[in-house]
């Protein structure tokens, strides 16, 4: 099946700054795969809105009509894993353009990502390269951090 493939090694945020949607997916990516979900969270502790919960699989979710981009979170982050392409407010998400491509068509973001780092293509998950699918439509290709055994 054809996803949106992002390769979190290779994406520079600069090149793809115009599409507010890259900021979601970056957003997704690194609260799934790169934080490192401490047991004490200070990031979440850290809003002055409570606009960051930690979700029962030690999951982040920012609530966008909470946030004031205040960028307490990033600060407060021990791992400096919150950058701020992921904290302003956004008024619209991606939506993966989901019912919006005809064939074979890719998503505008795909077509002017000049680094590579932004694929659609057929994507198959894949633990021992590093690559994971989100859903139906998102595949992401990070090197994620797991937190050692016995801490």
Same mark, same amino acid.
């Given at each position: 099946?054809?996803?949106?493939?992002?390769?979190?090694?290779?994406?520079?945020?600069?090149?793809?700054?115009?599409? @507010?949607?890259? =900021?979601?997916?970056?957003?997704?990516?690194?609260?799934?795969?790169?934080?490192?979900?401490?047991?004490?969270?200070?990031?979440?502790?850290? $809003?002055?809105?409570?606009?960051?919960?930690?979700?029962? #699989?030690?999951?982040?979710?920012?609530? =966008?009509?909470?946030?004031?981009?205040?960028? @307490?979170?990033?600060?407060? $982050?021990?791992?400096?894993?919150?950058?701020p392409q992921v904290v302003p407010y956004l008024s619209k998400r991606c939506d993966l353009c989901i019912g919006r491509l005809k064939g074979d068509e890719a998503p505008d973001c795909v077509k =002017?990502?000049?680094?590579?780092?932004?694929?659609?293509?057929?994507?198959?998950?894949?633990?021992?390269?590093?690559?994971?699918?989100? =859903?139906?439509?998102?595949?992401?290709?990070?090197?994620?951090?797991?937190?050692?055994? #016995?801490?």
């Amino acid at each position: 099946m054809k996803r949106l493939f992002l390769d979190l090694e290779k994406f520079d945020p600069r090149k793809c700054a115009e599409y @507010s949607c890259m =900021n979601a997916l970056l957003e997704s990516t690194i609260f799934t795969y790169i934080c490192r979900h401490c047991d004490e969270a200070p990031c979440v502790n850290s $809003c002055p809105k409570d606009a960051l919960e930690k979700l029962p #699989g030690q999951d982040l979710k920012r609530f =966008n009509n909470r946030c004031i981009s205040c960028k @307490s979170c990033m600060i407060a $982050c021990p791992f400096g894993t919150i950058v701020p392409q992921v904290v302003p407010y956004l008024s619209k998400r991606c939506d993966l353009c989901i019912g919006r491509l005809k064939g074979d068509e890719a998503p505008d973001c795909v077509k =002017n990502c000049d680094d590579g780092a932004l694929e659609y293509r057929e994507v198959e998950e894949s633990p021992d390269k590093y690559v994971y699918v989100l =859903n139906d439509y998102l595949a992401v290709h990070c090197m994620p951090w797991t937190k050692p055994q #016995g801490i």
